[in-house]
């Protein structure tokens, strides 16, 4: 059985930083792309961002581009999501997500999703 379990969110104020995890079992982590997605409230999923299987390629969506850095330790089965910068519109729930490819950049390519922490940031 394929686990994806997030940790890590909860409430901050804007500027600050937080950073998610997400620890992976019942695949070959190793194998995998894996990428973070969020969903806020009346809004559609998006990708923020996503890894190659051996951390040589990365995507972010362009809202997060500067502020967010994605990062695994495959010694770990471990994904990190080091956001900093935080703005109340990145308020959302956060989802960890596996992909049998190398660098996937869309969200409907993703085989497991885990499920999500909450990140609020205030003003």
């Known amino acids: 059985q394929v686990q994806l379990v997030e940790s890590g969110g909860g409430l901050v104020q804007a500027g600050g930083s937080l950073r998610l995890s997400c620890a992976a079992s019942g695949l070959a982590f190793s194998r995998y792309s894996m990428g973070w997605s969020r969903q806020a409230p009346g809004t559609e999923r998006e990708l923020v961002a996503s890894i190659s299987w051996n951390g040589g390629g990365t995507y972010y969506t362009d809202s997060v581009k500067g502020r967010f850095t994605i990062s695994r330790d495959n010694a770990k089965n471990t994904v990190y999501l080091q956001m900093n910068s935080l703005k109340p519109e990145d308020t959302a729930v956060y989802y960890c997500?596996?992909?049998?490819?190398?660098?996937?950049?869309?969200?409907?390519?993703?085989?497991?999703w885990g499920q999500g922490t909450q990140v609020t940031v205030s003003s």
């Open positions: 997500g596996a992909d049998r490819r190398s660098l996937t950049t869309t969200l409907s390519a993703y085989d497991y």
